[in-house]
């Protein structure tokens, strides 16, 4: 006796299982940005993990611009509680996660994309993170407001260029369309 399933209750179904696989990649990924900030280097005041940008790429491509600020923040929030980031993931890391994701969500294209990320995370970012810098870490008159985008901009290039490797090898290859259609996108 084989159980006769609406197409409705079908529909639910894949729908829970969808949310289901991002909620899982999203912490695959989250995961990923945190042990990928092991290797980091400090440019100024900043420590410079690209793995990070390059997690916020794959967000975008995978997953959508609203998982991308949540694996940033969380990711950033995690190397904060384990003592291997600054405050300054948070501006930088979030700013970038949400431009590229609402590029690639809008525009589709990989290349604006990475440079959505860039833009993002080094200009945007750098910015944000110099009222952190003043309100947080006593900073206040020590540094000008632009002093994170030339660090921001090494670390999220580097990121950019990781994920335009590994997002051109997948879409070569075949795999980039599979993942994306198996998660709705």
């Known amino acids: 006796f084989l159980p006769v399933i609406s197409f409705q209750e079908r529909r639910i179904h894949f729908m829970k299982n969808k949310n289901i696989n991002k909620l899982a ?8 940005a945190v042990a ?3 290797f ?4 100024f005041g900043s420590k410079c993990a690209p793995v990070q940008h390059m997690v916020n790429i794959l967000c975008a491509v995978f997953l959508g611009p609203w ?6 923040f969380t990711s950033s929030l995690l190397r904060n509680l384990l003592g291997i980031g600054s405050l300054m993931a948070f501006p930088g890391s979030m700013c970038g996660a949400l431009l590229c994701g609402l590029i ?8 604006l994309t990475l440079a959505g990320e860039v833009f ?11 009222p952190i810098a003043v309100a947080f870490m006593g900073q206040g008159g020590t540094i000008a407001f632009y002093t994170y985008i030339i660090p921001f901009l090494i670390s999220t290039a580097a990121g950019a260029v990781l994920s335009g490797l590994l997002i051109f090898a ?9 993942m994306q259609s198996a998660l709705g996108r």
């Open 36 to 38: 990928g900030s092991l």
């Open 67 to 72: 998982y991308g600020v949540g694996v940033a």
């Open 120 to 130: 993002g995370t080094g200009i945007l970012g750098g910015l944000a993170a110099y």
């Open 170 to 178: 997948l879409k070569k290859t075949g795999a980039l369309k599979t």
């Open 25 to 32: 990649i999203a912490g695959i990924l989250c995961a990923v």
């Open 40 to 43: 980091s280097f400090p440019v």
């Open 104 to 111: 690639f969500w809008k525009l589709r294209n990989i290349p």
